[in-house]
């Protein structure tokens, strides 16, 4: 497959804090074109985020598809929606000396010049795919979401690692009446503001509370690490964004538990939840955290139905036919 050097976009470079060729979102990818020809921008990937392979089922599906439409198709790197800087994304020399972890603004801006570079390059014929969108809106009318997880795709909500039969099914009465995270990240950021930093802190004096940072997230060893199967016999389940959102959502509506949703960024899934309806939700600067966790204990019966709205609404936005859909949708396809 041949390579599509754009070195505009190579001037996107963000330090070694993800490797040694680490660029932003966006500035590496896979170009589909309507007559089946493929190229890699600027260099070959393997991984789309940690949770969709360019080679996986979701991409795959893509390139079925691509034949039946008129755009040009653009899969970035990168977790985030690819026009945003993130706040720690900046071409300064002082954060490149840092590993791109300086904090240059407190939330993500719409990035005017990569889009106009695109532009230069693909006119208006180009559709751009993503697995999230900021506040669920994308920066520019021809970003598209597609669903976010190969293995949900592929077997549905229970499969291969996590299947069904090592979940407890735990009746929401019978769950402790407290509330359970576990993530990681951030830690070496600098003058970072991310919740998944202060949650902790703010919540450690509170007895209903199993809320710990992780230095590598949910699902590794480390100093707080809790198996995810624990997670399940907790009323309360915490969804906090990562760099964009968060791995953990591909199986946190399954325990059957509240889902206290702290997050800016919106999946395939979130997109069609309603909050309060389906989760609790939680300002990201983290205000009304207390008062939400303490109305869930509060209000027992109204948690529970909560609890169970989100687990079916989850097992509804999983199924194949919905996710082809969603990919429909994002190509123009009827």
Not at 57 to 79: A, H, S
Not at 202 to 213: C, F, G, P
Request: aromatic share 14%.
């Amino acid at each position: 497959m041949s390579l599509l050097e754009i070195t505009e976009l190579q001037e996107y470079f963000f330090g070694n804090s993800c490797g040694p060729h680490h660029y932003g979102p966006g500035v590496c990818g896979l170009i589909l074109y309507p007559n089946g020809n493929e190229r890699w921008l600027n260099q070959k990937m393997d991984l789309m985020t940690g949770q969709v392979s360019f080679g996986g089922p979701i991409i795959n599906k893509v390139r079925e598809l691509v034949k039946k439409q008129d755009k040009i198709i653009f899969i970035p790197f990168g977790d985030e929606e690819m026009f945003y800087l993130m706040p720690w994304w900046s071409k300064a020399v002082d954060n490149i000396e840092n590993n791109g972890r300086k904090w240059v603004r407190d939330t993500p801006i719409i990035d005017e010049e990569k889009y106009n570079i695109f532009k230069k390059y693909f006119d208006d014929n180009i559709l751009y795919l993503t697995i999230t969108l900021y506040k669920g809106k994308p920066s520019f009318p021809n970003v598209r979401l597609i669903p976010f997880d190969d293995d949900i795709y592929q077997h549905g909500p229970y499969r291969n690692i996590l299947a069904r039969e090592i979940f407890p099914e735990i009746p929401y009465k019978d769950k402790l009446n407290k509330v359970v995270w576990r993530g990681g990240g951030f830690t070496h950021h600098i003058n970072c503001k991310h919740p998944r930093l202060r949650i902790s802190k703010m919540l450690e004096n509170y007895e209903w509370a199993n809320v710990k940072h992780n230095d590598d997230g949910w699902n590794s060893k480390g100093e707080h690490y809790l198996h995810y199967t624990e997670n399940f016999k907790y009323k309360v389940n915490v969804v906090i964004d990562g760099v964009a959102g968060a791995s953990c959502e591909k199986w946190v509506f399954l325990t059957g538990s509240v889902v206290l949703m702290i997050s800016d960024w919106t999946s395939s899934v979130v997109r069609e939840m309603i909050p309060w309806k389906h989760f609790v939700p939680v300002k990201t600067d983290l205000t009304d955290l207390v008062e939400n966790i303490e109305w869930v204990f509060n209000n027992p019966e109204k948690a529970e139905e909560i609890a169970i709205s989100g687990k079916n609404k989850f097992f509804e936005l999983t199924t194949r036919e919905y996710q082809d859909k969603v990919i429909k949708d994002a190509l123009e396809i009827q």
